[in-house]
């Protein structure tokens, strides 16, 4: 089993609509989660990170954890062509003191106009 | 100013050869990673150092080889390239290792090897 599961996609939704990610890691100890994102031939940047079970809202974004479950999610609402990407999600391998960041394949979503 | 700068962009070469790419960050980071990102997006670490002294040392080929002069500079050289090395090859950085608990890497541009 992979360390970082995603559903490499694509993902397609139309333009306006909810676009969901998922994520799935295997390590029960993992305390943080992040997803970066990727354009078309550009570098990842981050624009999320959760710790804590539940919602984190950041503007048009919202990452969902569940630890029981193992599972990270990214929504976005209001989907725009913009964002167009390759969503990646990725979490510290073991002690974060490592500086190990294990990255998902990342899920590519499409928002049509 | 770009944060973290890598050269060449984009390199094409011949099997066998050897080619070097480096990366600067003018962030003040103390750690520096090189990441590599196959054909399939899959984008996985490959080397870190933190102030200079490597940290992380992925099951890479020997034949790749870093070197980091400085906490601002992190070079990665190739020896006898494969078909198999060419990739996307990231720079990335980070305040220290400990920070990496919030996830911040910031990536360079990228540096794309093509391998004939």
């Known amino acids: 089993q992979k360390e970082v599961e995603q559903n490499s996609g694509p993902l397609s939704v139309p333009e306006g609509a909810i676009a969901s990610l998922n994520c799935t890691y295997s390590d029960r100890g993992s305390q943080s989660f992040f997803w970066y994102r990727q354009y078309s031939g550009k570098s990842p940047e981050l624009i999320m990170f959760?710790?804590?079970?539940g919602d984190k809202e950041d503007g048009r974004f919202t990452a969902q954890l569940n630890k029981a479950s193992q599972y990270v999610s990214l929504l976005i609402r209001d989907s725009q062509p913009s964002d167009s990407a390759t969503y990646l999600c990725?979490?510290?391998?073991?002690?974060?003191?490592?500086?190990?960041?294990?990255f998902g394949q990342g899920t590519t979503l499409q928002v049509k106009p | 100013d770009t944060a973290v700068s890598q050269t060449p962009k984009y390199l094409v070469t011949q099997m066998g050869n050897d080619k070097s790419i480096k990366c600067e960050q003018n962030l003040g980071h103390d750690t520096m990673y090189w990441y590599k990102q196959d054909s399939k997006k899959f984008l996985k670490i490959m080397f870190s150092y933190n102030n200079k002294e490597l940290i992380i040392n992925e099951t890479v080929p020997n034949r790749f080889s870093p070197k980091s002069p400085d906490k601002a500079h992190l070079n990665l050289h190739i020896n006898s390239l494969e078909l198999g090395d060419s990739a996307v090859y990231f720079c990335?950085?980070?305040?220290?290792?400990?920070?990496?608990?919030?996830?911040?890497?910031?990536f360079g541009e990228g540096s794309r090897l093509t391998v004939l």
């Open positions: 990335a950085s980070s305040l220290g290792t400990y920070r990496l608990s919030t996830g911040e890497l910031f």
């Open positions: 990725a979490v510290p391998h073991g002690s974060s003191n490592t500086g190990k960041l294990i």
């Open positions: 959760i710790y804590s079970n």
